[in-house]
């Protein structure tokens, strides 16, 4: 009796480290590809966003499959196009007129900074809260000089831009075969859950994808044209920083308030405060109109899941991983749904 359970607990401890193997294997395999992972996830949600497209000009119009898809790839590539040589322009002149006047703004935000040093040190506050208010223009210059190290990966990204056009043309062509070869691997019995699940996968990440571009160029817009009015400098670039961070929803809106707000503290500019009543503005329209509209069921979540997903998805996979986090969460929603509508869960 002795020998058998010796016996099992040996088979256990084997099975134990197999799996802990096969974990760190694929632990490994994933980390070593995950460029190509990021190029794919990259792709995938471009193809989400034409989809419908395709879907519509071949219902409305009775295209063949292979011209709906050549004309929703030229779609694409005359918007990527488009945005490009409409964006390139107004951010390097934006970025030209800041690089020359931050030498002003520097200084006057490093007045700022002596003030309220002087401020602090008649409260008698600790020493590390001053040190750290009056180091605080040398992590302005750090970060200055990390983005210009990091503008040298524009060339990295180029690559990356033609290969995700490579991976897109392919993907929008097999989309459907590859759902539906999906949905053959699942035995019968079990296909129509495989089809609720992609169905669930459509509406989180499709839904998600396409409503959050829609929310995302209003924002942008509405801040560009909103600072342009009450004489911000450098509105258009500033309007482009809210409306691609309002994809992060309830901290990015934060995030790109920070620059508008530095900027805010030279005479050139408006109050600060009355920047910061236009952004609180613009997200207060944002939430109450624009998220429930769009978006629909995905901002169902509770607030503190979407901000928990996003600071899990930013640790695991930087800002991809924070955009990717709300449809992700939504999808694990969605799942447990139908487990719970299952008759065995009950």
């Known amino acids: 009796m ?32 995950s ?21 519509y000009l071949k219902g409305r119009f009775k295209l063949n499959h292979g011209l709906a898809t050549a004309i929703v790839f030229l779609t694409f590539i005359l918007f990527c196009a488009f945005t490009i040589g409409l964006l390139i322009p107004v951010i390097y002149f934006e970025a030209i007129e800041l690089a020359d006047n931050f030498p002003h703004y520097l200084a006057r935000f490093q007045d700022y900074v002596s003030w309220l040093s002087q401020q602090i040190i008649i409260f008698e506050v600790e020493e590390e809260v001053r040190s750290y208010l009056m180091g605080l223009t040398d992590n302005i210059h750090q970060g200055v000089e990390y983005l210009a190290e990091a503008s ?52 989180n990440l499709g839904t998600f994808i396409r409503g959050s571009l829609i929310r995302c160029f209003i924002v942008g817009v509405i801040t560009g044209v909103t600072l342009l009015i009450i004489g911000m400098p450098h509105a258009l670039l500033l309007g482009l920083v809210a409306g691609i961070f309002n994809f992060i929803l309830y901290i990015g809106p934060y995030i790109a308030a920070i620059p508008a707000v530095l900027l805010s503290f030279s005479p ?22 624009l998220a429930p509209v769009v978006l629909g069921r995905i901002i169902r979540l509770k607030p503190i899941t979407i901000i928990v997903a996003i600071l899990a998805g930013g640790s695991l996979a930087g800002l991809l991983g924070m ?15 139908i487990i719970k509508r299952n008759p065995a869960y009950q």
């Open 2 to 33: 002795k020998v058998k359970t010796v016996g099992k607990q040996w088979a256990f401890a084997f099975r134990l480290i197999i799996l802990l193997l096969v974990l760190g294997g694929a632990i490994w395999l994933l980390q070593s590809i």
């Open 152 to 203: 040298l990966s524009l060339i990295g990204g180029a690559v990356d831009f033609f290969l995700i056009l490579f991976l897109v043309f392919y993907l929008l062509y097999d989309f459907q075969a590859i759902r539906d070869q999906l949905v053959e691997l699942v035995p019968k019995k079990r296909r129509a859950l495989a089809k609720e699940l992609i169905e669930v996968v459509d509406l």
């Open 35 to 55: 460029w190509v992972i990021g190029l794919l996830l990259v792709s995938i949600l471009i193809v989400y966003i034409f989809n419908p497209m395709l879907l």
């Open 268 to 289: 050139m500019t408006p109050s600060p405060i009355l920047v910061i009543l236009v952004y609180i503005i613009i997200q207060v329209i944002d939430g109450m109109f």
């Open 323 to 337: 955009v990717l986090a709300v449809p992700v969460a939504g999808m694990i929603r969605g799942v447990i749904e």
